[in-house]
Nanobody, 127 residues
Framework: QVQLVESGGGLVQPGSSLKLSCSAT???????????VGWFRQVPGKQREGVSC????????YYANSVKGRFTVSRDNARNVVYLHMNNLKADDTGVYYC?????????????????WGQGTQVTVSA
């Protein structure tokens, strides 16, 4: 069974940068190269929000309007790792960030389109 572990979260000031990592293990035959990967964030009392995703081919990417121009998703298939580079962080970016994967041609910002999830990493942006 594929397992996902997020890392890289922390407490930072507005305007700072963070790089989140999503490390995938447990592949038997395939690798993360054949999966679409999504990044989501959740704050208490709100639904999990799709922040970014990348298709298996890495040719199709999505960014929520709130993070466009500030966040970049990238993948290192050889290491089975997907990154979320977050720049110019704002207080509204605070939340628990999750990565998720599933087979599929195109990436999707919908949580229901993903099968495997990590445990999340906390990002807090505060002065």
């Amino acid at each position: 069974q594929v397992q996902l572990v997020e890392s890289g979260g922390g407490l930072v000031q507005p305007g700072s940068s963070l790089k989140l990592s999503c490390s995938a293990t447990g592949f038997v035959i395939d690798s993360i190269e054949t999966y679409r990967v999504g990044w989501f964030r959740q704050v208490p009392g709100k639904q999990r929000e799709g922040v970014s995703c990348t298709s298996a081919s890495d040719g199709n990417k999505y960014y929520a309007n709130s993070v466009k121009g500030r966040f970049t998703v990238s993948r290192d298939n050889a290491r089975n790792v997907v990154y979320l580079h977050m720049n110019n962080l704002k207080a509204d970016d605070t939340g628990v960030y999750y990565c998720a994967i599933n087979h599929g041609i195109f990436c999707s910002p919908s949580a229901s389109d993903y099968k495997s999830w990590g445990q999340g990493t906390q990002v807090t942006v505060s002065a």
